[in-house]
């Protein structure tokens, strides 16, 4: 079993920066997937940010060149710096690990934390 809290969410001005943290504790053999999604009133779950297995990143359009996702070496922490925030980026933000523990894949989210950007 693996527990995530995230943490750093907040209300910002448009034009500002936050930075989100997600805390990994439990016991896994290795990491697939880390990364952070975000989910609107009315809208879906969407990615916004994540390392794969090989440890490249992926970013939604909507966030490329504002947002940089980052990890510790060992994997515990995971974090989203984002800047230049815009009102479309209000959401819960979520992180998400896809890990292996012996032959069994599992995902685990955290249960959120409120972006607001409002002037």
């Known amino acids: 079993q693996v527990q995530l809290v995230e943490s750093g969410g907040g209300l910002v001005q448009p034009g500002g920066s936050l930075r989100l943290s997600c805390a990994a504790s439990?016991?896994?053999?290795?990491?697939?997937?880390m990364g952070w999604y975000r989910q609107a009133p009315g809208k879906q779950r969407e990615l916004v940010a994540a390392f794969t297995r090989s440890g490249t990143t992926n970013y939604t359009d909507a966030v490329k060149g504002r947002s940089t996702i980052s990890r510790d070496n060992t994997g515990n922490t995971l974090w989203l710096q984002m800047n230049n925030l815009k009102p479309e980026d209000s959401a819960v933000y979520y992180c998400?690990?896809?890990?292996?523990?012996?032959?069994?894949?599992?995902?685990?989210w955290g249960q959120g934390t409120q972006v607001t950007v409002s002037s």
């Open positions: 998400l690990y896809n890990v292996r523990r012996g032959s069994t894949l599992s995902v685990y």
């Open positions: 439990g016991s896994f053999d290795s990491i697939y997937v």
